[in-house]
């Protein structure tokens, strides 16, 4: 069982920055791959960024890639996820997921479906 707890959303303006951690409870974090989704009012989740169990492996939504950077660190059982140059159109609702991956440790998600547990969310809000 993975408890996850998002924290540092918040109110920004356009061509800010923002920085999410996602804080992981559990003594086996470091064999989870992650992933950050996010949700709009009356869209469905999508993907935004995904990294190994390892770490050594990302992936980005194209629009995100360049200014968004996803990182892990197994010995705080913590994710991050960095926002640059916000754009009103990241505003969400963004979610912490865990996948449970025993194989390839540089193999990440993409996919709601491989995810075993989410977070609350955290509400981010971007004006211009």
């Known amino acids: 069982q993975v408890q996850l707890v998002e924290s540092g959303g918040g109110l920004v303006q356009a061509g800010g920055s923002l920085r999410l951690s996602c804080a992981a409870s559990?003594?086996?974090?470091?064999?989870?791959?992650m992933g950050w989704f996010r949700q709009a009012p009356g869209k469905e989740r999508e993907f935004v960024a995904a990294?190994?169990?390892?770490?050594?492996?990302?992936s980005y939504a194209d629009s995100v890639k360049g200014r968004f950077t996803i990182s892990r660190d197994n010995a705080k059982n913590t994710v991050a996820l960095q926002m640059n140059s916000l754009k009103p159109e990241d505003t969400a609702v963004y979610y912490c997921?865990?996948?449970?991956?025993?194989?390839?440790?540089?193999?990440?998600?993409?996919?709601?479906?491989?995810?075993?547990?989410w977070g609350q969310g955290t509400q981010v809000t971007v004006f211009s």
């Open positions: 559990g003594r086996t974090f470091s064999m989870y791959a």
């Open positions: 990294l190994s169990r390892s770490g050594g492996s990302t």
């Open positions: 997921a865990a996948a449970w991956s025993m194989g390839d440790p540089y193999k990440y998600y993409e996919k709601v479906g491989p995810y075993d547990y």
